[in-house]
């Protein structure tokens, strides 16, 4: 089970303690703007902190710079989606490029 949009909407602390999820989806909003500001890098390196503490692994979301990589890699995240490696695709598309070993 996944926690999609963490930090957004009705995504809150409390689902952390409540559901057995395996996943928590780091929502994009914590990645936009700027990223190296002291602030940012404590909240989102203590989220990261905690959701590996509670055995889950952590994806960020929205992921579209370089920079952002940066960002993440420097807070201990090291999985990410978002349109800096992919689009969205068709599921067909998507293992046509896994059978001819071609992804972009």
């Known amino acids: 089970m996944a926690i999609d949009d963490f930090g957004t909407g009705y995504s ?3 689902l952390l303690r409540d559901f057995p999820a395996d996943v928590l989806k780091l929502d ?3 990645i ?3 990223t190296n500001a002291k602030r ?3 909240v989102v390196a203590n989220i990261a902190k905690m959701a590996r503490e509670l055995d889950m ?3 960020t979301e929205g992921v579209e ?3 952002q990589v940066d960002f993440l890699k420097s807070v201990d995240i090291k999985l990410v989606q978002g349109y800096l490696y992919d689009k969205p695709m ?6 046509k490029r896994l059978e001819n070993k071609v992804y972009e």
Do not use: A, C, P, T
């Not at 068709?90 to 293992?95: D, G």
């Open 57 to 59: 692994s952590v994806i």
């Open 12 to 14: 809150s602390l409390n």
């Open 28 to 30: 994009k909003s914590f």
């Open 90 to 95: 068709v599921r067909e598309e998507f293992e």
């Open 32 to 34: 936009d703007g700027h």
């Open 40 to 42: 940012d890098r404590v």
């Open 65 to 67: 710079s370089r920079e």
